[in-house]
């Protein structure tokens, strides 16, 4: 790849991301998964891991009792953060080395963490020893597959030992211990889930209360005592390792931790290669299972094969050749395996928010089309009586809506026509809205006209949207409580979603209820441009108390980001409206790292908006560059035809390839993170870090904006519909294409003038920019010639696309 800095670079055709320092970045990390759990590891070492039985469970915890949450933002890290690491002592010299870093922290002279799509791996070069350490995560078991390996590059012989370190960490107050199984060949840790009532004993006894460390190679000695272990000397310098032996002892009501010793002798050029697996376990037979699956020969590589297959046949829908290699190699490889981990997953919660399951299953519509059909229903079929839809979708039995699924939010029914417009345009069959909701024996189409009608039912006499206590904004909790506050950003995005639906009536011969919610979107737009258009922005909403907010007279919180984002998507705001949204955008909330969700953050509590001014200034929706506001900002700005504008905006989500920007985000280009930090007049220091939290609906919007409007390959019901809007900067581009079965090889070129037929199709003219008559199976290739000026986004008559139409 020519995409790279002194210290990332992407390698292997892209499909692997390398630091070559585990100093200037360390919070830098990645993820892996499978359905059942969660796995973040980042370049020192430490981890974070999660599991399902059903809800959220850890099997390596941290020194005290952890609250049960979900994953949180800015992880922070300290000694005894749980982690998967190996000491390397020179029985000869005493000197001790750690890989990858942690805990000893010696820098080493040559240093490689390579965070690949299916696997994660480090290289250490060191004292002449090179230290090969490396991780993947099954398809369908909660494990952890790992693989150590030594090798000699000295000119001599070496007596090293080699001390493989898993953290188990404090399991429960109630009862812990931990042993070493040489029948099991396996360090055990047993634990009970603190429980007190009575009838919490069903939910926590078949738990998977055991944490287990299986090996391949038996080892010379062990440790399971994490007091024991450390002694005085601690993690950076265990009592145990400066010993001849580890002191194979138990863990007796004490903190566990799993720690073997190989005492090796090396020849010059000699290695050694070590297997192990690690996760929980409910019991012995559990655990035995696991080891003849996995720890028999070939069972690593079978895994990996299936890991692989997986990201193989849910790739997505398009890959890219352009100009920039680094973001090439980042759509190709990395944005459709972070969609995917969404669907696959459901950013491991049984009961996710209901706005976020739909817009991560718009994203399946790209990777497995059957798949965000199936999310629909399960969707549809929890919809509440009235027609609104739950806070959250249960996705195991017996689970209860938690934490912000307890608190009333009025968007999620927007999301269901943003989903299905996604699906009917890459399907092209209108069928499924036939399909039965079996809950309620309703048709998708009056299912969703349901949560239609609930959002008209959801507005005060002017036509505003009520906000109750949050909309797509989960800390907005004080605008609305008593009844009267008002969202302005949903009133804006309910035009957006009752104008596709309408969309969507007509096709299916319904026009009396299009008519309907199109009076409906026209009463609710008119009623927005009264009450909340200020001059150059749209208000934000109106508290109980009736005070407009995200006003230029607001010290804090004068601009939001949402308002004038869905306002260009739904069509309310004209061309001038736009063009001074646009200018007020760049003057207050654009950053280097992106535009901000609100500006200037909120330094105190207003008490009539609520929580979210509360949180850090510059975190969160507090003003950071929230990426998947920013995604709906790139949609607005290609609605409008502004390519150049929404280039920029789209490729700050990624960081790099520039040394500093890596610097000052931390992170690598394996993900789109939740968000960037904010507040950037405010707090420059810290403005741009990244949180490095892989959950995002930015993730299915960039993917769907890649496909659908920067390289214009949307399909409509005639086909697919060819419309680009690249950047004006290129000269051409290319891409593949797979859709309805088909294979679209497509090559762009950009000029300074066209001719009228901008699209061949195997060399015949496409005068009206669609291929129709798609025959599943054939290979087509398509020639798109696209004119600078509209590549450019001369405002709203340039380039725009031909839906585009205001209200």
Same mark, same amino acid.
């Given at each position: ?7 990332? !670079? ?83 010299? &005493? ?62 012989? !070496? ?87 580890? &002191? ?292 934000? &909403? ?197 859709? !309805? ?63 585009? !139409?205001?209200?």
């Amino acid at each position: 790849m020519t995409a790279q800095t002194d210290f990332v !670079r992407f390698s292997d055709d892209g499909t692997r991301v390398e630091l070559t320092c585990p100093i200037v970045m360390p919070l830098a990390g990645t993820f892996l998964w499978n359905p059942k759990m969660l796995l973040q590891l980042n370049c020192r070492g430490y981890a974070t891991a999660q599991h399902l039985q059903p809800e959220p469970a850890r099997y390596s915890h941290s020194p005290f009792m952890e609250q049960r949450t979900f994953m949180q933002p800015e992880q922070a890290y300290f000694a005894h953060h749980p982690g998967r690491f190996a000491y390397v002592k020179d029985e000869e010299t &005493g000197t001790l080395l750690s890989v990858p870093h942690a805990p000893v922290n010696r820098r080493p002279q040559r240093f490689l963490f390579s965070a690949g799509t299916y696997d994660v791996r480090w290289r250490v070069h060191d004292e002449g020893l090179v230290m090969d350490m490396g991780v993947m995560v099954p398809r369908d078991e909660v494990c952890e597959l790992w693989t150590f390996s030594v090798r000699n590059d000295s000119p001599g012989a !070496r007596v090293i030992s080699l001390y493989p370190y898993f953290s188990i960490g404090y399991m429960s107050w109630m009862n812990q211990s931990a042993r070493y199984d040489k029948t099991l060949g396996a360090v055990v840790a047993d634990s009970i889930t603190p429980y007190q009532k009575l009838e919490d004993y069903a939910r926590i006894r078949d738990l998977k209360d055991k944490t287990f460390l299986l090996h391949d190679v038996p080892p010379d000695a062990f440790e399971t005592s994490q007091f024991a272990f450390e002694g005085n000397g601690g993690l950076h310098a265990p009592d145990a390792v400066l010993a001849q032996t580890l &002191g194979c002892g138990s863990a007796a009501y004490e903190t566990p931790v799993a720690v073997l010793q190989y005492r090796l002798h090396l020849a010059p050029g000699e290695s050694r290669r070590f297997r192990f697996v690690f996760g929980p376990a409910s019991d012995l037979a559990d655990i035995v299972r696991l080891r003849e699956r996995f720890l028999v020969p070939r069972a690593f590589e079978k895994a990996r094969r299936g890991v692989e297959m997986h990201l193989e046949r849910n790739a997505g829908c398009v890959t890219i050749a352009t100009p920039d290699a680094h973001f090439d190699a980042f759509v190709n490889k990395f944005l459709g395996r972070q969609v995917l981990y969404h669907g696959d997953s459901h950013r491991l919660t049984t009961d996710p928010q209901t706005r976020n399951f739909l817009q991560d299953s718009m994203g399946m519509v790209y990777v497995d089309e059957s798949r965000a059909r199936d999310a629909l229903i399960t969707a549809l079929n929890q919809q509440l009586p009235d027609g609104n839809m739950p806070e959250g979708i249960v996705l195991a039995a017996g689970t209860e809506l938690k934490y912000i699924n307890q608190v009333p939010h009025t968007d999620h029914c927007v999301w269901l026509p943003v989903l299905l417009d996604a699906l009917l345009s890459e399907t092209g069959n209108d069928t499924l809205l036939d399909d039965i909701v079996p809950a309620t024996g309703q048709s998708v189409l009056d299912a969703v006209s349901a949560g239609m009608a609930w959002l008209i039912a959801n507005r005060d006499p002017k036509g505003l949207s009520l906000i109750a206590q949050g909309d797509w904004c989960d800390p907005m909790n004080m605008v609305g409580p008593q009844g009267r506050g008002i969202s302005g950003w949903l009133t804006i995005a309910t035009v957006h979603s009752l104008r596709l639906w309408s969309d969507v009536c007509i096709r299916k011969g319904r026009k009396t209820e299009a008519d309907h919610f199109l009076a409906a979107a026209r009463h609710s737009a008119a009623a927005a441009r009264e009450w909340l258009w200020g001059g150059d922005w749209f208000a934000r &909403g109106i508290t109980d108390a009736g005070s407009r907010f995200g006003v230029a007279s607001d010290p804090e919180g004068a601009m939001y980001l949402n308002p004038q984002s869905w306002a260009m998507l739904a069509g309310i705001a004209n061309d001038d409206e736009c063009r001074r949204i646009m200018a007020a955008v760049d003057a207050r909330l654009d950053t280097p790292y992106g535009t901000v969700l609100l500006a200037p953050a909120y330094t105190a509590m207003r008490d009539d908006i609520g929580r979210v001014t509360q949180k850090f200034p510059g975190t969160a929706e507090n003003g950071s560059v929230y990426n998947h506001a920013a995604a709906f900002y790139i949609a607005a700005l290609y609605a409008i035809g502004e390519a150049d504008r929404a280039w920029t905006q789209l490729r700050r989500m990624l960081p790099g390839p520039a040394p500093d920007d890596y610097l000052k985000r931390g992170q690598l280009p394996v993900f789109v993170p939740n968000y960037y930090r904010g507040a950037w007049q405010q707090f420059p220091d810290t403005a741009g870090r990244s949180s490095q939290l892989c959950h995002t609906g930015a993730a299915s919007w960039l993917y769907r904006l890649v496909t659908e409007q920067l390289f214009g390959l949307r399909g409509c019901p005639l086909g697919l519909r060819v419309q680009p809007q690249l950047p004006s900067h290129w000269a051409s581009a290319s891409a593949r294409r797979h859709f !309805r079965g088909a294979v679209f090889d497509v090559r762009y070129a950009i000029a300074d003038a066209a001719d009228d037929t901008a699209l061949r199709c195997n060399g015949h003219a496409m005068p009206d920019n669609i291929v129709r008559n798609i025959e599943a199976g054939q290979h087509y290739r398509l020639d798109v010639v696209v004119t600078r000026a509209k590549s450019r986004g001369a405002g709203t008559d340039a380039g725009a696309p031909a839906a585009r !139409r205001c209200i």
